[in-house]
């Protein structure tokens, strides 16, 4: 590989594993980390380290530590804070195994029980190996609970069904249409269409955000001068405090996908839930003000459907059907402005998804209204 990249396809790393000789992909882990540390931006502590993990899907990922001047260093990115967002990012289900360049802090090793039976994740630290041949099995892997022992996480505080990090989640998030909801950094206005993408893309962080310990899911997205947006979700841990923020989620988000600078975010929104118990505004506010001092910042409060509290005796089918539309617009300005396929067929594809999404949120609210009609109650939904 010429140029180390932050996702690696599972085929090209199969690739490279065979021309160097390698048993397996992951004997190719390790030779990636002191490349991978290249990439980290650490101006504070000017201590690069390189994250490198294999997918269940067979891709590799990398992750780097990111530390922003003038800021307190908890809003700080570790490695592997970075690796598991990336790989929520590119909707990788489960991390197998990672090699990092030096052992992973409290922090992380508290993170990585967000994973689904983290037990299994395997780690090599390749700084305690300096001379090691990583071209031969066995590998010097050692599994987390040698790392981290009479854990605390989820399996503490939620039900066996609850979705975990990399898993699918769906918090029900969306826009009130009968108000404006835009917070304009301090005043209230109209949208225009890229704002409006730049909203909607926002949501859909939200709702992918893992935040079942405070309820308060949030999400951010990022633009650059050419438009391209770049989304990250909010990630909690059970010992609240490694909880990666979505400023922070969305700007190594920014980074894997190439964006290049901070100076180049142009503008960025943050979707949370109105009245939060946990709200990232001022945060993200900061955040912005350091490490992208031009970029238009706006927040959006939203309600939810599906999850917490939204009382559906005082919504018509009209107003709901002008919600599910408005929805749906926006949806389709993302995928044909933002990122317009590049094919007809890929084209085609993109509409049928819409199209299934309108069918699928409508056919939620007719239920509820339904639900309500029957029992002549309004339904609370938690």
């Known amino acids: 590989m010429d140029h180390l990249k932050f996702v690696i396809s599972a085929s090209e790393a199969e ?50 530590n990111l530390e922003f001047p003038g800021l307190p260093l908890n809003q700080s990115v570790h490695a592997e804070q970075f690796l598991c967002n990336n790989l929520a990012v590119h909707g990788c289900p489960r991390l197998i195994a990672l090699a990092v360049s030096a052992a992973p802090c409290g922090h992380c090793r508290q993170f990585f029980q967000e994973l689904r039976d983290p037990s299994s994740l395997q780690i090599l630290i390749t700084s305690d190996h300096p001379n090691q041949n990583f071209s031969k099995s066995p590998l010097p892997f050692k599994p987390l609970p040698e790392f981290l022992t009479n854990p605390f996480g989820p399996c503490d505080l939620l039900d066996k069904e609850s979705p975990l990090l990399l898993e ?8 009130d249409t009968s108000r404006k909801h835009a917070n304009f950094n301090g005043f209230y206005g109209d949208l225009e269409e890229s704002e409006a993408l730049l909203r909607i893309e926002a949501l859909e962080a939200a709702n992918k955000s893992h935040a079942p310990y405070s309820g308060c899911p949030s999400g951010v997205a990022l633009m650059d001068p050419e438009g391209k947006v770049y989304r990250g979700s909010y990630i909690e841990s059970a010992a609240y405090n490694p909880s990666l923020g979505p400023v922070q ?34 945060t993200a506010r900061l955040l912005f003000k350091r490490v992208s001092p031009k970029c238009e910042f706006r927040v959006y409060h939203c309600s939810s459907v599906e999850n917490g509290s939204v009382n559906f005796s005082r919504l018509s089918l009209r107003r709901g059907t002008r919600w599910l539309l408005d929805t749906f617009h926006m949806k389709m300005l993302s995928y044909l402005v933002l990122q317009p396929p590049k094919t007809k067929r890929m084209w085609v594809k993109e509409v049928l998804e819409s199209v299934t999404f309108l069918f699928g949120r409508y056919h939620a609210f007719a239920a509820l209204l339904f639900h309500q009609h029957c029992s002549n109650q309004t339904p609370v939904l938690h």
Do not use: M
């Not at 690739?15 to 490349?35: M, Y």
């Open 168 to 175: 699918p989640h769906s918090n029900g998030l969306s826009f």
């Open 249 to 282: 989620a969305a700007l190594a988000a920014y980074i894997a996908w190439g964006g290049g600078g901070y100076e180049r975010i142009v503008a960025a929104a943050l979707v949370e839930r109105e009245g939060a118990k946990v709200s990232h505004e001022d």
């Open 15 to 64: 690739s490279v594993a065979q021309s160097l000789g390698f048993p397996s992909v992951l004997h190719l882990l390790p030779t990636l980390v002191q490349p991978a540390q290249s990439l980290a931006r650490p101006p504070i502590s000017k201590f690069p380290v390189g994250a490198v993990g294999l997918g269940s899907d067979g891709r590799v990922f990398i992750g780097v």
